[in-house]
């Protein structure tokens, strides 16, 4: 496959367990927000770590660099993280892939 202008990421954080029903609502609250609001952001999924539940995945697809800075810079995230960062055992790791292939 050729390159994608696409940005691929992952984000892996682990919360505190006294947090996580403050946390899960707050994720609920950002991604709605996301799904209505940004029309850069192709894909937002939050995967939760089925045997460890204080553990999530978010999965991001931005149409390009331009749509994840603006997700970044947003209000929105700001909001977001004051609430989950503060929860985090460790800093929020974010890792930049490239697709190679896809069924999708």
Same mark, same amino acid.
């Given at each position: ?9 992952? *984000? ?17 609250? @950002? ?6 609001? !940004?029309?850069?952001? &192709? ?12 553990? @999530? ?8 660099? *331009? ?12 909001? @977001? ?5 503060? !929860?985090? &055992?460790?800093?929020?790791? @974010? ?10």
């Amino acid at each position: 496959m050729s390159k994608s202008p696409q940005v691929y990421q992952l *984000a892996h954080y682990e919360v505190r367990p006294e947090s996580l029903d403050r946390c899960l609502a707050a994720i609920h609250q @950002f991604v709605a927000y996301v799904r209505e609001h !940004e029309a850069g952001t &192709l894909r937002y999924d939050v995967w939760q770590e089925r045997d460890h539940p204080t553990r @999530f995945v978010h999965a991001f697809i931005f149409r390009d660099a *331009a749509a994840e800075q603006a997700h970044s810079d947003s209000a929105e995230v700001k909001q @977001f993280a004051s609430v989950l960062y503060p !929860e985090c &055992l460790a800093p929020v790791d @974010f890792i930049d892939y490239e697709l190679v292939t896809s069924k999708a």
